[in-house]
């Protein structure tokens, strides 16, 4: 990401926003995953259970699926927030360079 940040010619205010705001998203991106694995964990458990309580599973599937819901409008509110931050032009060649990195990280994780 910062190789990408280094090639949009960026104001020092740009860069220190955007390092500010993605150390914030960074942080708040981990809760989630975090909150998320905790939901399908005890979705899992609740499986294992002799018993089923379903209003539990579901309740948990609902709870779930609401922090799915957040997680997408997350996504959005950070993709608002570089575009304020960048140019048009900037944001632009932004996003080229974000899909020209997308194959590489493939590839880089089908060696592990």
């Known amino acids: 990401m910062l190789a990408i940040f280094e090639q949009l010619n960026l104001s020092p205010e740009q860069t220190k926003q955007l390092e500010t705001h993605r150390n914030n998203h960074r942080e708040q991106e981990g809760e989630f995953r975090g909150r998320l694995r905790e939901k399908k964990e005890a979705i899992g458990n609740e499986l294992q259970n002799e018993e089923l309580n379903m209003e539990k599973i579901y309740r948990i599937h609902d709870e779930l699926k609401g922090l799915l819901l957040k997680k997408a409008d997350f996504k959005l509110e950070g993709i608002l927030e570089v575009r304020k931050i960048l140019t048009?032009?900037?944001?632009?060649?932004?996003?080229?360079?974000?899909?020209?990195?997308?194959p590489m990280k493939k590839k880089r994780k089908k060696f592990y």
Request: a positive charge; zero cysteines; charged letters at 40%.
């Open 88 to 102: 048009a032009t900037q944001f632009r060649k932004f996003r080229e360079l974000r899909k020209s990195m997308h």
